[in-house]
């Protein structure tokens, strides 16, 4: 109690959360797992409709691991690489994959998104940063003065990690391969001009109806 009437997340006081019906491990240093997050996973469910698919998989700023984990139980013949540049992140992600038993299909490295190789992946996903940088200090206490700001700062509109994935994904998509990333409330209409030589599939609302879930396919 008195370290939640400090607004320490209650998640970080209890060392768990959960998403997509699976407990994952949090702390200082990793980012909480959302449940608009779960917006990519019902969208990736609805692209790849067949389960049994082998698809290869890659999770850009994997953080706990959550989203990777949620998609890997979803798609049981799936690989999938998580990169993450946060060393206290990196660790929560390699125990919640192995704790889900699946270290055996999920490859976590410990860098930056420019380690992915060209034309490996039939999905990628990302929760990127995309809150503007002014708009932290008005974030809730326990978002703001808790969890790391690595995974909250988008840059001065929000959108410095947009630019960076609008060059990165072309190339490493397979011909046909799909993005579907999460995006900040009101910045859907800045999408669609930002990734060219990507075909702009729409955005899915999350549960209050926001825009959150954009969908994007590398041409054939």
């Known amino acids: ?10 998640a970080y006081i209890t060392g768990q ?11 200082p240093g990793v980012l909480i797992p959302r449940p608009d ?4 996973v019902e969208q990736a469910l609805a692209l790849f409709p067949d389960r049994a698919a082998p698809l290869s998989i890659a999770d ?5 691991g959550a989203l990777l984990a949620a998609l890997l139980k979803e798609f049981p013949n799936a690989a999938g690489t998580g990169f993450e ?9 390699r125990a919640n994959v192995a704790a889900h038993g699946m270290a055996a299909r999920a490859e976590l490295i410990l860098a930056d ?9 039939d999905l990628v996903v990302s929760n990127p940063p995309y809150i503007p940088s002014a708009e932290i200090a008005r974030l809730e206490p326990e978002v703001r ?11 001065p509109d929000g959108l410095a990690a947009y630019r960076a994935l609008a060059t990165l ?7 046909g391969g799909l993005a579907v990333l999460e995006i900040g409330a009101g910045q859907d209409v800045a999408m669609e001009p930002m990734f060219r030589g990507l075909e702009f599939q729409g955005v899915a609302p999350d549960l209050a109806g926001i825009p959150r879930a954009l969908t994007l396919k590398k041409p054939k």
């Open 1 to 10: 109690m008195a370290r939640r009437a400090c607004h320490e997340p209650f």
């Open 17 to 27: 959360k959960e998403f997509w019906s699976l407990d994952f491990k949090v702390g």
């Open 37 to 40: 997050t779960e917006t990519i």
């Open 60 to 64: 850009l700023g994997t953080g706990s």
């Open 85 to 93: 540049t946060s060393p206290q992140a990196m660790a929560f992600a």
């Open 113 to 121: 998104w420019g380690a992915a190789p060209a034309a490996a992946f």
């Open 145 to 155: 003065d808790f969890e790391p700001r690595a995974a909250l700062d988008g840059g």
């Open 169 to 175: 994904l072309p190339g490493i998509l397979k011909p």
